[in-house]
């Protein structure tokens, strides 16, 4: 079933020049994207930095204003977009996140416990007793002592902190968490915990994940399907399968060929493959992209797999 | 093919004050780096590996660093070396590469005068001889227009062009010997990629040794020739590259192995190491270091006093615990470490 189906998503920021600063130009980040979120699902959003796969996320959420399109919940019934704030509130307890950066997400100068409960005292009303025992039990669930809601988040380590988010955007039993590079900061073992951790919870809680990453081994592991984001818009569309077996568009290739091999021994066969692919791109960057520079809409080539093609 | 000696580290210690105090961040490493050879470092962060870089290159604040053993380079121990002699050889027999290429860079300088800085200080060249030879540099690099880029600002550069400059000063006066300090950790994995083919290549035209260092295993199995294993300070596993990728044999080497996505595909669950790592204060400096993150394994296994042993030939492991580790079956009990 669909939770979160986004349509022609397109947010725009103006450039303003001249001695009126009238606005010149538009800087287009995210420029026109569709996908669906199914429950129980992690979405991939992958792409290099300044593709808009964050702002995607995060205007999801409504931090980013959108400049069009819509974001439907509720089967199609509610567009989170054209909502007052008021009632936008009443959805958005649904949408969670977690941001990249353990180190400045986190408020310094509050404990655990302030931190974990602000959501909940947002939207519940709940006596202080009951509240500090929600928060125990949350912080039970990431495996932190429930001594430590009094606590401040620097005497916690990265990953520590990391599940001390999670717990904060579990709070509110949310359907969707849009994490943003979630794992980037960390260590590869303490990665490893975080994600191990984010599979559990997504099982008990039954959650979807929309999950914003540049790594494509993390991807790999973690997602069902995938979008690939280049320059504002989705250049292929598809399940992990599709996108790792399968890859359709040039884009794709080169992003997937720079991989590094854990093979030492593939490493000149690697080095001579991304060579072609890069070849490849720019001898045939005409039949991916229109003259202007831009993606083409995605057309399907499967059930599951969308290219854009012409 | 790697040639004779060109870097030899015996018996390195490098401590660290703090408060009245003295711990040793690197402890009794030693390492040899040929001509036209990789050695990679790999370990996670707090491991002492960017300690080790900076004692090469002596960069550490000496007022409270503290450094023993020898470090021999050209004949010369640069540890023994006046500050004088030292910049004589720093910049000019060794570059560095430097993580974070906006920080290496300075924003008030283009992009030229800061690759002729080096030149100036190391080579006897008249201004139009760096500039033509800087211009050849970014050119070597791959940078698409050398005289407009040789004009600009390093804010106007995008982060991987940033990291090629940082390169170009690098080999600026061509060292014999290179560390490059998470050369590709700040970038996108294209330029990564791009970034890596590009030091290799230069590597074998130069012949140049490099220390590499990086907590990316996939890296490591994209350059290394020789990969050293760090953890807390000491070096738990020291071979060929080839070898430590087919056969693993120290349990934080295979840990770290397990712990990644890409090595350990189809696995539904990573492998998490327990714990973490002790910080410099609290480092155990007696028996064998990782024995607090792999409880499950008998304390019997461990040695007292573990030392690096050539267990095959060329193939150098620390501690017995290696025979006898293996990763628990129950591998609920250990997801979280309860704190």
Known sequence: MTLLKVEDLKVYYPVRGGFFRNVVDYVKAVDGISFEIHEGETYGLVGESGCGKTTTGRTLIGLNKATSGKVLVQNGEVDLLSL???????????????????????????????????????????????????????????????????????????????????????????????????????????????????????????????????????????????????????????????????????????LLSAIPDIDPDNREKNQEFRKQVNEEFSNNYKNYFDAEGKVFDLRPISETHSVALP | MPGKALLQINNLTTSFRIGDEYYPAVDNVSLTVNENEVLAIVGESGCGKSALALSIMQLHNMERTKMEGEILFGGQNLLSLSLKDLNKIRGKEMGMIFQDPLTALNPLMRVGQQIEEAMKNHLNLTDAEMKKRAL????????????????????????????????????????????????????????????????????????????????????????????????????????????????????????????????????????????IVPSLKNLPRTGCRFSSRIPWVDASAHEAHPELREVEKGHYVRCTCYQHFEFPEDAEDLKYDIT
């Open chain 1, 84 to 254: 007052r704030r008021k009632e936008f509130y009443k959805y958005r307890k649904d949408i969670q996140m977690i941001f990249q950066d353990p180190y400045s997400s986190l408020n310094a100068r509050k404990r655990v416990l302030d931190i974990i409960a602000e959501p909940i005292r947002n939207f519940e009303k709940l006596s202080p007793t009951e509240e500090r025992q929600k928060v125990q039990t949350l912080l039970e669930r990431v495996g932190l002592s429930p001594e430590s809601i009094y606590k401040y988040p620097h005497e916690f380590s990265g990953g520590q902190r990391q599940r001390i988010g999670i717990a904060r955007a579990l709070a509110l039993n949310p359907k969707l968490i849009i994490a943003d590079e979630p794992v980037s900061a960390l260590d590869v073992s303490v990665q490893a915990q975080v994600l191990n951790f984010m599979k559990d919870i997504q099982k008990e809680f039954k959650l979807s994940y929309l999950f914003i990453s540049h790594d494509l081994g993390i991807i790999r592991h973690m997602c069902d399907r995938i979008g690939i984001m280049y320059k504002g818009r989705l250049v292929e569309e598809g399940t992990t399968e599709d996108i790792y077996e399968n890859p359709q568009h040039i884009y794709t290739k080169r």
């Open chain 2, 136 to 275: 050849e540099l970014l050119d070597k690099v791959g940078i698409p227009n050398p005289e407009r880029t040789y004009m600009q600002y390093p804010h106007e550069l995008s982060g991987g062009m940033r990291q090629r400059i940082v390169i170009a000063i690098a080999i600026a006066c061509e060292p014999k010997f290179l560390i490059a300090d998470e050369p590709t950790t700040a970038l996108d994995v294209t330029i990564q990629a791009q970034i890596l083919d590009l030091m290799r290549d230069l590597q074998k035209q130069m012949k140049t040794g490099i220390i590499m260092i990086t907590h990316d295993l996939g890296v490591v199995a994209e350059m290394a020739d020789k990969v050293a294993v760090m953890y807390a300070g000491e070096i738990v596993e020291y071979t060929d590259v080839r070898t430590l990728f087919k056969n693993p044999l120290h349990p934080y080497t295979r840990s770290l192995f397990n712990s990644i996505p890409s090595a350990a595909k189809g696995q539904e669950k990573l492998h998490v190491i327990q714990g």
